[in-house]
Each structure stands twice: as structure tokens, then as C-alpha cells.
Nanobody, 124 residues
Framework: QFQLVESGGGLVQPGGSLRLSCAAS????????IGWFRQAPGKEREGVSS????????YYADSVKGRFTISRDNAKNTVYLQMNSLKPEDTAVYYC?????????????????WGQGTQVTVSS
């Protein structure tokens, strides 16, 4: 059974940091581009960052550039999203998703597998 599981969400004050993890089971992430997405209440799901499968090229939404860093450890079959200088507007459910191949994209329909999401709340 192919599964992605996110962890690391929680409540943090503005300016704080969190590191999200996306662990795969049932398949290897080596051949998959991984994307992080988020969805706030009443808003559409939006792309945050993605990292390609073999050359680890990265892509970020303008709203998180310079604050978030995506990385992957294929040996651990896990992708990470380091989030620094968090703002209240970063509050959302964060999802990771896997796309077979090298394409860096935020097109939701192209992703093959999705995790269940982890809540991130930035509030004082």
C-alpha cells in the first residue's frame, strides 16, 4: 500500500520555526518529485515548494522564498520542509504529494499520491 505520512506540524508563535517531514511507505521516493502544498480554511490548495527526484532541483512559491527550505533524504525515504520566520498567514493544513518523474510543478492534478496533512498554526 502506497502511503505518505506528514508530521511535525503544531502551534508556533510568529517568527518561530517548524520542520515538517513527509515519510513514504510501500514505495521508494527515489523516482518521485515531491511537492508540499497547503490549504487554509476557505481557500484553495496552493503549492508551497517542490523538489525533483534525481537532481534535487527545488522550486518555491514567492510567498515562502527565503523562509522555507525543502530537502530530501532518499536513504530515509523522507522529504522535509524547514519553515523559518513563520507568519500568521502561513497557518494551514500542509500536505505532501508525490509525482512520478522530474517535473517541478504545483499542478495538483499531476500528483499521484497525497498524505493526510498536518496542521500548522502560527499565532501568538
Amino acid at each position: 500500500q502506497f502511503q505518505l505520512v506528514e508530521s511535525g506540524g503544531g502551534l508556533v508563535q510568529p517568527g518561530g520555526s517548524l520542520r515538517l517531514s513527509c515519510a513514504a511507505s510501500g514505495f521508494t521516493l527515489d523516482y518521485y518529485t515531491i511537492g508540499w502544498f497547503r490549504q487554509a480554511p476557505g481557500k484553495e490548495r496552493e503549492g508551497v515548494s517542490s523538489i525533483s527526484s534525481s537532481d534535487h532541483m527545488t522550486y518555491y512559491a514567492d510567498s515562502v522564498k527565503g523562509r522555507f527550505t525543502i530537502s530530501r533524504d532518499n536513504a530515509k525515504n523522507t522529504v522535509y520542509l524547514q519553515m523559518n520566520s513563520l507568519k500568521p498567514e502561513d497557518t494551514a493544513v500542509y500536505y505532501c504529494a508525490a509525482l512520478l518523474g522530474e517535473t517541478l510543478t504545483f499542478l495538483v492534478d499531476l500528483y499521484d499520491y497525497w498524505g493526510q496533512g498536518t496542521q500548522v498554526t502560527v499565532s501568538s
